[in-house]
């Protein structure tokens, strides 16, 4: 089935502060168990968002909803390192989270988010410094995504950059595909090869 078609919004968003969070750090190895992709954004950042008994830690940013909420995570420099686990990304987007900032991304990751519908964003570091500033000014700042153009934009201040992404990375999100979607839409044009090679 189809996912949710990614399209331009305005967000808040939900700042991580820390460089080189790794897989493990995302989703802890002990929650892997699982096939499914649903249920482990209840254990995002599970050791940093609970204390050993199990309390949710209020002040950490992603449960700190009276001051950080949206549906962009922002992180600091390298940003999913260590072990390719794909429930990294399952964790983010079943959470509630659609983009990911950083300055820098692990490919690994980077190909497992646009693979689940996560968006990764990577810009320079002095606009991912920028970010974070705003955020700690304004907890509700505002930020603009926009896939097509391909901009992400600092609302408070003005500032855009551009972000790459691969061109069938990209329409596969522009239109809520997966991998076995793109080929169903092809499916046309392999009919009309197959005839016309066939007389």
């Not at 460089?19 to 002990?30: G, L």
């Not at 949710?56 to 992180?75: K, M, Q, R, S, W």
Request: net charge negative.
């Amino acid at each position: 089935m189809a996912r949710e078609k990614f399209v331009k919004f305005v967000s808040a968003a939900v700042p991580v502060h820390v460089e080189n969070i790794d897989t493990d750090q995302i989703i802890p190895a002990r929650f892997l168990k699982a096939t499914e992709r649903k249920g482990f954004g209840d254990n995002l950042f599970r050791d940093w968002r609970y204390t050993k008994d199990n309390q949710l830690i209020p002040d950490f940013p992603v449960n700190d909803h009276a001051h950080y909420e949206g549906t962009i995570l922002v992180a600091g420099y390298n940003f999913g390192c260590g072990s390719s686990r794909e429930h990294a990304a399952w964790a983010i987007y079943d959470y509630g989270f659609r983009v990911v900032v950083s300055s820098f991304f692990a490919d690994i990751f980077r190909n497992n988010a646009l693979n689940n519908g996560l968006l990764p964003i990577q810009v320079t570091p002095e606009f991912l410094a920028e970010i974070f500033d705003t955020m700690a000014k304004d907890s509700h700042a505002q930020f603009t995504v926009d896939l097509e153009n391909q901009t992400f934009t600092n609302n408070t201040t003005g500032r855009s950059e551009t972000f790459a992404i691969d061109g069938y990375k990209k329409e596969c999100l522009l239109n809520g595909y997966d991998d076995v979607d793109y080929l169903v839409t092809l499916r046309p044009e392999v009919e009309r090869f197959e005839h016309e090679r066939a007389r």
